[in-house]
């Protein structure tokens, strides 16, 4: 695998997500099942691309993010009610991503690298990436049908 076709395909299933994402009614963002919002989720997945992008490629997030998703939907006090604030989060968070893979030399892809949630290579990161964005995107999916 070379670092071609994997930002191929993490351009496909982002483009999916953020397309989704920015077609959402600013109402849906206050949508949940349980203690997490549709807001909340979103801000979550570009907050975790930003982690991943620091622990794996050493790339850091800009210095005025604050993180408030990572220790759980419970944990914050803080309302994600804005769709394009969520929508150029996840575009930073995005970008950081690609910048961080085209610039990682090919023959490091399996290398394996520590973070504090375990060691892996940063394609296991990137598939871990596109794992975590998918089991949200249905999550926001199955508020929109059946959150109140």
Do not use: C
């Not at 604030?85 to 930073?92: G, M, P, R, S």
């Not at 060691?119 to 794992?131: E, G, K, N």
């Amino acid at each position: 695998m070379n670092t071609e076709t994997v930002i191929a395909m993490w351009k496909s299933l982002q483009g999916r997500f953020h397309k989704m994402v920015k077609e959402l009614p600013q109402e849906s963002l206050s949508l949940s099942i349980g203690p997490a919002s549709v807001g909340h989720m979103i801000r979550h997945s570009a907050e975790v691309e930003f982690v991943y992008a620091e622990w794996v490629f050493g790339t850091p997030k800009p210095a005025d993010l604050e993180y408030h998703t990572l220790r759980g939907p419970g944990n914050s006090a803080v309302e994600f009610d804005n769709v394009d604030e969520l929508v150029a989060l996840l575009e930073a968070s995005n970008a950081i991503i690609i910048a961080a893979m085209k610039a990682l030399p090919e023959e490091d892809w399996n290398k394996e690298v520590k973070t504090p949630r375990g060691t892996f290579s940063p394609l296991d990161a990137i598939s871990q990436l596109m794992y975590h964005t998918g089991i949200h995107a249905g999550q926001i999916s199955l508020m929109q049908k059946h959150a109140q």
